[in-house]
């Protein structure tokens, strides 16, 4: 009679190949990230700057990482409605924040927030930045940067700014300037950026925090006088403009930041696919020529640094909305 014990230690040693097999299997299947479509929360209507960078970004990181990124626009309450989504979605990166300054304003603003701006989500990193630029109306008795601060020492609360709103980046951002100036002029909250450009232009109001796109089309006709840049360093598009730093306020910056955020919780390997697809992304020349041609600044950082910078301007916010007693009405 044929002794069975080889032919059943073929047996046992095949199933554990093919339990091996399955073994190796599960965890590459599981590293395979992303696997279905991606959802991009932007916290602003479709059409502006943010949402245009956000729909830029999301083809890159479609075609790099092979998967889909759909933008979904949710805007509403500062961006409160937007962010309080993502700070409840599974912590799986399926669903992304694509935020702006909002996130560390609103803490600020809206005290009693359900979600908290730092421990619910995980930084990934930044995309891209868009510097403000102080901005005159053609009427005023002065052309640069030392002029309006002049006028405004010798005419406390004589001279007006404009803003999108009460709590908006250009409110706060023109708050901290006079802070820091030790200046006073009278804040006129708009319900949008539009509106405060046509009264800058119609001569309504005589500052205003604009951006370099909206405002330069204005400039050779004179209704509209460029002061100071608030970024770091100089643009490149209207390079003979200084910046507010080198014109007596160090330090000083203003920026429309664009960065991304997952929900706390999400996979480390998750975060870290990501941010290197991002750092890809901006060094691409490609990718930066289109920014500038939109005229938005490329910016790159680790999520440390990033989470660094929020964790900044949470505090650097609070103080700003406390001493200028900032509302949300």
């Avoid at 095949?14 to 299997?25: D, F, I, K, S, T």
């Avoid at 990166?93 to 005290?111: K, R, S, V």
């Avoid at 940067?145 to 010798?154: E, I, L, P, Q, T």
């Avoid at 709590?167 to 023109?174: I, W």
Wanted: proline share 9%.
């Amino acid at each position: 009679m044929p002794c069975p014990y080889p032919v059943r230690r073929a047996w046992l040693h095949a199933a554990a190949c093919l339990a091996a097999g399955v073994a190796l299997a599960a965890p590459a299947q599981a590293a395979r990230y992303p696997s279905r479509p991606v959802t991009l929360v932007v916290p602003f209507s479709a059409g502006g700057s943010v949402d245009a960078v956000a729909r830029m970004l999301a083809a890159q990181l479609g075609r790099r990482l092979d998967a889909q990124f759909v933008v979904e626009n949710v805007p509403g309450a500062g961006g409160v409605i937007s962010t309080q989504r993502v700070a409840r979605a599974a912590p799986d990166g399926y669903t992304l924040l694509f935020t702006t300054p909002n996130h560390t304003i609103n803490p600020a603003i809206t005290p009693r927030l359900s979600f908290d701006t730092e421990k619910d989500f995980a930084p990934i990193g930044l995309v891209a930045q868009i510097p403000e630029l102080l901005v005159a109306s053609g009427n005023q008795p002065f052309d640069d940067f030392k002029g309006f601060v002049d006028f405004a020492r010798k005419n406390p609360g004589k001279l007006t700014y404009g803003s999108a709103g009460n709590g908006t980046l250009p409110h706060v951002t023109t708050e901290l300037l006079l802070q820091r100036l030790g200046i006073q002029v009278v804040h006129v909250p708009y319900k949008g950026a539009a509106p405060a450009l046509n009264d800058l232009l119609g001569g309504q109001i005589a500052v205003k925090m604009d951006t370099v796109t909206t405002s330069q089309p204005h400039f050779a006709s004179g209704r509209i006088k460029p002061l100071a840049i608030a970024s770091a360093k100089r643009s490149a598009l209207l390079p003979d403009v200084p910046t507010i730093a080198e014109s007596g306020v160090p330090g000083y910056e203003g920026i429309l930041w664009l960065g991304v955020l997952a929900p706390a919780g999400t996979p480390r390997e998750v975060i870290d696919a990501l941010h290197r697809t991002m750092a890809e992304i901006g060094k691409d020349p490609a990718w930066n020529s289109q920014l500038q041609a939109a005229g938005v600044e490329p910016r790159t950082s680790t999520p440390e640094d990033f989470a660094a910078m929020i964790s900044a301007e949470i505090r650097q916010w609070k103080d700003v909305v406390r001493r200028a007693r900032i509302t949300a009405n």
